[in-house]
């Protein structure tokens, strides 16, 4: 497609040729743009991964990237989202990465048939598609297959567009998604894609743990006073003591930024069994092998280019 949205776009099919051309990415490949190709990052957000990565993703692909910073921008002025597009696809913008705090900011953009491609880098508690897909790249290139493989997601699933975004992807590629976390946070969306569990048996059970933030800046300000890290870390935290309960072989995920001392304990970030900074790693390959398959769909690369 040439707009990439939400992980409802992908069939099984289309996440293997994104994680193989990611990988051939990673292996060296490079490819030839057309012409002079231009992208944006628009971001309503603060970001470090999503926005860097992206960035590095862009520039390795040859693509000069334009800054844009919301505060000094015209957006300030009453300029809709919609206006901002279409001024910047005016001037010559080819893609635009957009995070957005509005769930489906993107359907206005999309219903007015843009010409420049539209990556969506996070909207609200919706879709963070590019994640989910160095998500499923690092567990990939782990276990080689999703198929049984049973994948834990634990922590403040209510607010989460990763948890939204790779419940629903990892039960497709056959993976077997549990939760856990808070209760109050485990909603009727999410329970008919996997069962709660206690941390306690999660943890001598799962492949995958991936634990998620606590995103303070979702709560309401009552939650945040009440909230006590301690606490939360000690009944639904991936302690030191209940790491040394996984199998040999299970991975730790979690998208960061990372509470350390809070999802798990701090010097499990650097531990043998986590994945974090691979993730991040990834995070540019899977960036270059998405953008590459939208600028492809606009006639900017051949389609044998896009071929892992
Ligand atoms: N994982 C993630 O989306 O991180 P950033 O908010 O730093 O982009």
């Known amino acids: 497609s040439q707009n990439l949205v939400s992980v409802e776009q992908f069939s099984n ?17 490079t490819i030839e743009l057309a012409r002079p190709t231009f992208a944006m990052n628009l971001f309503f957000e603060n970001s470090t991964r999503t926005h860097t990565s ?25 300029e809709s989202l919609l206006d901002t597009l279409k001024t910047i696809q005016a001037i010559g913008v080819n893609l635009a990465v957009i995070r957005h705090p509005r769930d489906r900011y993107y359907q206005p953009l999309l219903d007015a048939g843009l010409s ?3 990556i969506n880098a996070g909207d609200g508690s919706g879709q963070h598609p590019s ?3 160095l998500d499923m790249l690092t567990i990939f290139e782990e276990f080689g297959h999703f198929d049984g493989l049973k994948i834990a997601i634990v922590g403040d699933l209510a607010h989460s567009r990763v948890a939204r975004s790779n419940m629903e992807l990892l039960t497709q590629l056959g993976a077997k998604v549990y939760f856990g976390g808070p209760r109050e946070w485990y909603g009727a969306d999410f329970a008919q894609y996997g069962e709660y569990q206690e941390m306690d048996q999660l943890v001598t059970e799962m492949d995958v743990m991936m634990l998620l933030r606590v995103q303070h800046e979702r709560l309401t300000q009552e939650n945040n006073q009440a909230f006590d890290a301690s606490a939360y870390h000690q009944a ?9 309960r996984m199998p040999q072989h299970a991975i730790i995920m979690h998208p960061a930024p990372v509470n350390r ?9 650097e531990a043998p069994q986590s994945r ?12 270059m092998a998405m953008i590459a398959t939208v600028l492809a769909h ?10 892992a």
């Open 276 to 287: 974090i900074f691979q993730q991040m790693t990834n995070g540019v390959y899977i960036r």
């Open 236 to 244: 639904y935290g991936l302690t030191n003591e209940r790491a040394a």
């Open 54 to 78: 992206f960035e590095m993703a862009e520039r390795r692909l040859g693509i000069q990237v334009i800054p844009f910073d919301p505060k000094t921008s015209s957006v300030t002025k009453g």
């Open 116 to 118: 420049l491609s539209l």
């Open 131 to 133: 994640q989910s897909l």
């Open 13 to 29: 099919e289309d996440v293997m040729a994104y994680l193989k051309l990611a990988q051939a990415f990673k292996n060296g490949k």
């Open 261 to 269: 001392g809070v999802e798990l304990a701090s010097d499990l970030v």
């Open 298 to 307: 606009q006639g900017l690369l051949s389609a044998t280019q896009v071929e």
